[in-house]
């Protein structure tokens, strides 16, 4: 039994068949259990793809070549589309004539992504997900995390499974925190998030500030959980962009952590002028979806326990926010028009595309952890990923 938390504006999400995450041409693997029901199935004339496989060939692709648990991957159509996948309806077949139970780990999980640790369960969305995108509008629910959240039962999600045993995350490379101390300082850094009078660029300026007040921290001090409660209750005020040149840098540094069979075409022709065009004019317009953006990044945060202290979260929190101005910016320019509302859904789209699809969050921890300067020895991190 786990407690599970999410934040509220994803705590009643809910599937709206979008069929975005089964037309992505995404390699799908296919666990052995669940690879044997659906060759039954295929065999008997109880399931039928929907189309055909590119190239021909079988629904279920077996291959030397395997992920880790994977008896097999789901083939795609030539348009990238799965073979399961019914374009006119845009409902899963598998779903809809074998139910839930016979979908693929991946196919049931996403656009959740889930940290497990020995406090609970935290459930987080990947935005890249229409749906998911659409819940960073809502001003519905105030912005806060959420035990017990009605969409999240209890169960086994894929995601980042720390072990019972592993550390947990750092203060800063050469202090442990504690895991009452870390729970605050997440909900810490979501309130910060909910103050609806903070630009998002405050936001992460704020953050960085607590941070770096909290590596001063020393045991003699008393609980570390009684430090972040003290932190100041001013925010740090700063300008918007006024340039995409530093955002355009933090992009090619996730474009770093992507391996290279992954690695999109650069496509950045004209983006630093729509930007001053296009997007500024209008970004502040937007501070209540940038920050609840900044909000699921905080929350549910894989960079705690795969970097090396908090002021790598928090340039987790800032890139993220950079890859929206980028994306915002190419947005603007293929459609021709301003920053709106379905422009920004598509930024936050492509944003977490590259974050959480295309970029190994391992390495984006290393690259980030640069902010907490040079330590000495390295840092093992006893934590595993199931996905
Ligand atoms: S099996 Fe169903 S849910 Fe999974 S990718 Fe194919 S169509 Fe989508």
Redesign the pocket.
Known sequence: MSRVYALSIHADYRCRHSGV??SSNWD?PVELPVYRGLDAALASGRLIPSAEPDGGGLALIVEDDLPDDAAAM?ACTTAGD?V??HSGTRL?V??RDLGEER??ST?RHFPRLAVRDRRGTFVSLTHYCPTAAATLFRDDVPLEIVEAPPAFPDADYEGLLVEPDAWPPLLHPRMLMDDVAYGAWERHMVSRCADETLSPEAVVATLQRDAAVLRGYTPDAGPLIDAVAALPVDTVAVPAHDALAPSLASFAEVMRAVPDDLKPEPDEDRLADVYLAAVAPTWARWGGPHRRYLAAKAFASWTAYQGRGLLTVVRGLEVALALVRVEAARQCRDRGRSLDADLLKEAFRHADFALNHLAAGDELARLWGRVEGRSRGRTRRPVSVRR
């Open positions: 995450c089964c799908v789901l799965c399961f996948y899963c598998v779903h979908l693929p196919c």
